[in-house]
């Protein structure tokens, strides 16, 4: 049976890729972002070489629960049932320091990270508990391990609660038919890194290196996540891209292989909002 998945955040960046790999597995897929301007446009570029009728676009806030019970309801009632849902949306923000967020910033990466992945949970686990079944899996991202970065303080505080509340739905949904599992892709080249360093042109500069050598095309690593979610059947899973094995690899072998993921890109050029 075709598989039908829900991506939210997923006009760009890994959910975007994520959404076409789905797609050209035999999957129908619900787009969605914030603006519906940006979700039909995708639809259309999508539809030009997949499946017009195994894809659906609908705008959604995330930080709305009712616009998020809406999506849900129009998944259904499009394809008769979501299989996978995927929390996917999240913004970040540039690198400063906690005491120079603009209020604004603040509130915006909070709610959106925060209280857009609670309402996502929450209205995807009321539906898949209702039809029975069901796969719900949160995108984890830098500081879910634990690790600090200066000046992320805020986003990486977002991604470190998102690990304790997917540890927890994992306890919670034991014994039941929904699988709940988590998905970080690494360091992948989309906006949500590389405005990191808006407006630092200089740092920027300096952090290519390192990004060339950890960093991987969004082509590259959506498919195979894709595959993974596909494939598994384990409550709990952990679907990671860039192992601690992987990662020595790269550094081990940086000195004899040249890797220009993003010599060509810049920050700025993109929208945060994912």
Avoid at 11 to 33: D, E, P, W, Y
Avoid at 38 to 62: F, M, Q, T
Avoid at 170 to 198: C, D, H, R, Y
Avoid at 236 to 257: E, T
Wanted: proline share 4%; aromatic share 6%; charged share 20%.
């Amino acid at each position: 049976m075709d598989k039908v998945v829900v991506i939210t955040g997923s006009t760009r960046g890994i959910g975007l890729g994520m959404a076409t790999a789905f797609l050209k597995q035999g999957c129908f897929v619900v787009i969605s972002g914030r603006s519906q301007a940006s979700v039909d446009r995708v639809v259309e570029v999508l539809a030009n070489s997949l499946p017009a009728d195994s894809i659906a676009g609908i705008a959604c806030d995330v930080r709305d629960h009712a616009q998020v019970q809406q999506l849900w309801d129009a998944a259904c009632a499009r394809f008769g049932r979501v299989d996978i849902w995927i929390n996917n949306a999240g913004i970040a923000h540039p690198q400063m320091p906690l005491h120079a967020y603009p209020a604004d910033t603040l509130s915006s990466v909070v709610e959106t990270n925060v209280i857009g992945m609670l309402n996502g949970i929450q209205v995807a686990l009321h539906g898949m508990l209702a039809q029975e079944h069901g796969s719900l899996y949160n995108m984890h991202g830098l500081g879910s391990d634990g690790r600090k970065i200066r000046g992320l303080a805020v986003y990486g505080s977002t991604k470190q609660g998102l690990r304790y509340l997917t540890d927890s739905l994992i306890q919670e949904m034991k014994g039941t038919p929904i699988l709940v599992g988590s998905i970080n892709p690494g360091m992948v080249a989309t906006e949500l890194l590389l405005n990191q360093f808006e407006d630092r042109p200089e740092e920027w500069e300096q952090a290519k290196r390192i990004f060339n050598i950890l960093t991987d095309r969004v082509e590259t690593v959506a498919p195979w996540l894709a595959e993974q979610v596909l494939k598994n059947q384990k409550h709990g899973a952990s679907i990671r891209w860039m192992s601690p094995w992987k990662m020595m690899g790269r550094f081990l072998s940086a000195p004899f292989i040249h890797r220009s993921i993003v010599d060509q890109m810049s920050p700025g050029s993109t929208s945060r909002e994912t």
